[in-house]
């Protein structure tokens, strides 16, 4: 389960374009960020995606992703072109695919390293869709197949919301702002289709060939759609976009940040039960997020704005965003040549304290023992200190800085953040939990299965 969204130039206080996501999935499926240089291949090559090979381009884009640590293709991405792309799983009245073919993620990443607009990438992605098809296992453990949507933006400011089903697809044009979750959104405002969408809709009963073709009314099951929790999260992420006319990168923290209204009522508030509706997602053993965890979160500023060049993203690397902390990487146009941070080797689905995913998730899974007071620990310094990581790359954005002083920059905030991460592990592991106020029951026993399974130490 995971959560995208955009907000075009017209709805930004900086006048560049802000995009964002919470990629959700299992909780012990560690994701890891990766660059790719621009790379050329040799004629007649072919590419081994996750299951599938196709053939090869002449040449490829540079691309900065975040993978789950299994799978070829990304969750979101971006490239040196200004391109970000965020993919969603969408359930229909049609089942997906079994037989393997290209997955959501593979079709993420190749629109990247193929495209350099977000009109190039719709292309790519559906040509690919159409000619290979979408299919496959996309779960870590146990089967776990889905349609796919994507949003797809650029640094000229466009967006685009694909949604697909089977190798027929879907898009609409986004106007100021836009959210995607678990669910079919796009309705009746539709600017491009593949050519037999309306008429299989029509042949399968879905839709009379005499009404208004409404794309989710025709293929959205309304079970799947509520048990999967897309619907209530996309009102809610669309609410919170739409509470602020100007959208900002902390603003944008801060929605992938949210815990629901119940967070906000509740002092002693927990991530424990079912959890559907939050935009933050804590794996628990509700039916819902039972594997589903937040193992990502991504908020990128792209464009020229009012006054100097953003190609800024702030990535935490790190699950839960409630309990990490966001760091900026300099990657895309204005910005070629940044060095960027070291991320740390590969993760696997092991524990491993030397990647900086499993690192983090020792103060993540340390909080969860107490959470309200033991994230208090560290929430406000954390939220000082990533508001004086903001304000140093606005300085620098405003002074014109070099690729290299920005590297330099982004390199300093890198280690400065994993310094005062692993000063909050031990000021977390020395507050004591409350024995009243421990989660439930069938909580900790679903943690502690999870631990077991990653081998974490006691």
């Known amino acids: 389960m995971c959560d995208t969204m955009v907000a075009r130039p017209q709805a930004t206080k ?69 391109l970000i792309i965020g993919n969603e799983a969408v359930y229909s009245k049609i089942a997906p695919q079994s037989d393997e073919a290209l997955l959501g993620m593979d079709l993420l990443r190749l629109g990247l390293e193929r495209a350099a607009t977000a009109d190039e990438a719709v292309g790519v992605i559906t040509s690919l869709l159409e000619q290979f098809g979408q299919g496959g296992n996309c779960g870590h453990i146990g089967r776990f197949e889905y349609h796919n949507s994507f949003l797809i933006a650029d640094a000229h400011g466009d967006a685009f919301v694909l949604e697909t089903v089977g190798r027929d697809w879907a898009l609409e044009r986004v106007d100021l702002r836009r959210t995607i979750s678990n669910a079919y959104s796009i309705g009746t405002n539709i600017t491009r289709a593949s050519q037999g969408l309306v008429a299989q809709a029509v042949s399968r009963g879905f839709v009379a060939e005499s009404e208004p073709f409404h794309f989710s009314d025709a293929y959205a099951p309304p079970k799947r759609t509520r048990f999967a929790s897309g619907a209530t999260r996309y009102c809610r992420s669309t609410a919170l976009m739409e509470a ?94 940044a060095r960027l941070p070291d991320f740390g080797p590969v993760p696997s689905d092991t524990f491993d304290p030397a990647t900086r995913w499993w690192a983090h998730e020792q ?4 909080v969860l023992e107490d959470y309200a007071p033991r994230l208090a620990v560290y929430a406000g310094a954390r939220d000082r200190l990533e508001a004086s990581f903001i304000a140093r790359v606005e300085a620098l954005l405003a002074r014109g800085g070099t690729a290299e002083e920005a590297g330099a920059l982004s390199r300093a905030i890198w280690r400065e953040a994993d310094m005062a991460e692993r000063s909050w592990l031990e000021e977390v592991q020395a507050l004591p939990v409350r024995p009243r106020h421990q989660p439930s029951h069938l909580y900790r026993m679903h943690w502690q299965k999870l631990a077991r399974l990653a081998k974490m130490p006691a």
Not at 36 to 61: D, F, K, N, W
Not at 315 to 327: E, L, M, Q
Not at 363 to 366: M, N, P, T, V
């Open 244 to 337: 602020r006319p100007r959208q900002s990168p902390a603003a944008m923290m801060e929605i992938l940040r949210d815990r629901g209204p119940r967070a906000k009522r509740e002092k002693e508030w927990r991530p424990d039960g079912a959890m559907g509706g939050t935009i933050c997602a804590h794996a628990s053993w509700g039916p819902v997020r039972r594997h589903g965890q937040t193992t990502a979160s991504w908020v990128a500023e792209l464009g020229a704005g009012r006054s100097v060049p953003r190609s800024v993203h702030w990535v935490t690397g790190t699950s839960a965003p409630d309990t990490s902390i966001f760091k900026p990487v300099f990657f895309g146009p204005g910005f070629e040549g």
């Open 363 to 366: 103060l993540h899974r340390a």
């Open 14 to 82: 900086s006048g560049a374009l802000l995009f964002a996501k919470n990629s959700d999935r299992g909780a012990n499926e560690a994701q890891y960020l990766q660059h790719i240089p621009r790379l050329t291949h040799a004629s007649g090559a072919m590419l081994a995606c996750t299951y599938i090979s196709i053939p090869q381009v002449a040449e490829t884009h540079a691309v900065l992703l975040s993978r789950p640590f299994w799978i070829w293709g990304a969750e979101m991405g971006t490239n040196e072109h200004g």
